[in-house]
């Protein structure tokens, strides 16, 4: 056999073994990334330089956003916390996943951690639940291989945590406890499985306890007054002054964590509160920021950084001083927006920033894409993989629907409605009452612009988009005489 004959001969071999069939199967699979879900709790995302940079530094933060990507419409579909944790898990809103107020979670159900189990995950819940397992087994997380969590609220320092259905009191300050079992969970994982870790703190929750560093590194802080932060409501419905979440009202002595100097009053005292609740909260900040870093210096160290997804969010806005608020519970834009950093090398552009608009139903959908798992059908959210990549989807959305159910707590009046890029309608449905802002000409909520002639037609196309929405999300008003037992807290 001459030598243009034996390699016509070894050319013909080669192709028919690609030929054959499986053999397409037995390349190696692409690897699948590794998904680590960081959240706070109620850290807006005006308290994180990369979005502001006018009340603190967060570096460590921010380096998801310097390394990915900055969502800087990402927003929840009811601004509390138990709700909003339930809307991620399920990829559905509040009248679907059973989860309006502070109730217990149907762990029966279809979650985000049980698909992708299924799909060979290992997978971990560290730090606050808040669906529930504090009273029994029937509130205790299911679908995750190994769990470890505060009950309910928890506690900022010395935590009572139960690990596995059995209650363990851990050491130190939850901030840190938190990250240091985060860290064990990763080294103690099986190698041969990717992981799904949700990383989540306490902080900065009320009433915003820091451990001593930071507290002394913020201890002369003086933050700048909010612009409206004097707000008289002058225009706007009954809800905001019936609501019980007022900074010189409100704020008591637990939450100060000192009594005010004698003598002040009024506009003074207004302000020594907010220094002293905005001295506390940005404290907690700082704290979370450190061990975000700690831990994303951990996954680089042990060559993690590379295929693993990171992403940093929190589970609602919050008010730290606009409109004269603290805590959420408003479709207002500092309770209604998270914050969402994400970083994944292998997808995203570093320093990339997306206007597309999110919700926290989608973060289910694009979590299980990045997976490789399909989005179960009956999920409400949708993938925004593509918006990672600098793509647009087809029909993604430019209007999103929102609903409040809550009549207690702080005494937040229930109210659901629609925001476009430009329009915010709101609908106290309780009060009947309407508010209109348009968000072009008054980004900061302060003129309710709903009886306002010019804007009659824009108010008309709103309410039918309203009920177009409302229509598509199936909400019929499960909940609107009864709600479930609000049993978490």
């Known amino acids: 056999m001459n030598k243009l004959t034996r390699y016509l001969t070894l050319c013909l071999l080669a192709a028919l073994v690609c030929l054959q069939p499986g053999a397409a199967q037995n390349q190696p699979a692409p690897k699948r990334p590794n998904i680590v879900f960081i959240m706070s709790d109620d850290h807006a995302a005006h308290a994180i330089s990369a979005y502001s940079g006018r009340l603190n530094k967060t570096p460590n933060i921010d380096r998801l956003a310097k390394e990915g990507m900055k969502f800087e419409n990402a927003f929840a579909t009811n601004s509390i916390c138990t709700p909003s944790r339930a809307a991620i898990l399920t990829g559905k809103y509040a009248h679907l996943n059973g989860v309006p107020v502070f109730n217990h979670i149907d762990n029966s159900q279809p979650m985000l951690q049980k698909y992708l189990q299924q799909a060979g995950y290992y997978t971990g819940m560290i730090g606050k639940w808040h669906l529930g397992g504090n009273r029994g087994k029937e509130g205790e997380p299911t679908g995750f ?7 309910g609220q928890g506690a900022y320092f010395d935590p ?6 059995e209650r363990k009191k851990l050491t130190g300050y939850t901030t840190d406890i938190i990250t240091d079992l985060a860290i064990q969970f990763i080294e103690k994982r099986p190698q041969d499985k990717p992981f799904f870790l949700m990383y989540h703190h306490k902080a900065p929750h009320r009433n915003w306890q820091p451990d001593e560093k930071h507290r002394k590194q913020f201890e002369n802080y003086d933050p700048p ?25 409100d704020l008591n002595d637990n939450d100060l964590k ?8 009024g506009a003074e005292l207004k302000r020594w509160k907010f220094r002293r609740y905005m001295q506390d909260y940005l404290a907690c900040v700082q704290a979370v920021d450190d061990n975000v870093g700690r831990f994303l210096d951990w996954l680089d160290k042990n060559g993690l950084a590379e295929n ?3 992403i940093y969010t929190s589970d609602q806005g919050f008010f ?31 320093g990339s920033v997306s206007k597309g608009m999110i919700l926290n139903v989608d973060f289910a959908p694009t979590l299980l ?6 989005t179960p059908a009956d999920m409400q959210g949708r993938s925004f993989l593509p918006l990672l990549e600098g793509r647009t989807p087809p029909g993604w959305r430019t209007a999103m629907y929102y609903r409040y159910y809550h009549p207690g707590h702080h005494n937040v009046a229930a109210h659901y409605g629609i925001r476009t890029d430009r329009y915010k309608l709101i609908y106290f449905n309780k009060l009947d009452q309407w508010e209109l802002y348009d968000l072009r000409k008054d980004p900061r ?5 709903y009886s306002d002639p010019a804007y009659a037609k824009i108010v008309e196309g709103l309410k039918k988009e309203l009920q177009r929405l409302k229509k598509e999300m199936k909400d019929d008003d499960q909940f609107a005489n009864e709600l479930p037992k609000d049993d978490v807290g």
């Open 225 to 249: 007054i909010p612009a409206t932060f004097d707000d008289d409501y002058k225009g706007k419905s009954d809800a905001a002054r019936q609501s019980t979440m007022h900074i010189d009202a």
């Open 445 to 449: 909520e302060m003129r309710n612009v």
């Open 160 to 165: 009572m945590m139960i690990e596995m259905g």
């Open 308 to 310: 693993t997804i990171v």
């Open 320 to 350: 730290l001083g606009e409109h004269n608020f603290y805590d959420k519970r408003f479709m207002y834009e500092e309770a209604l927006r998270m914050p969402f950093l994400i970083r994944w090398p292998e997808k995203i552009k570093p």
């Open 145 to 151: 291989d190994y769990w470890n969590i505060l009950p």
């Open 369 to 374: 894409d990045a997976a490789g798992v399909k």
């Open 258 to 265: 000192m009594k005010p100097p004698a003598g002040l009053t």
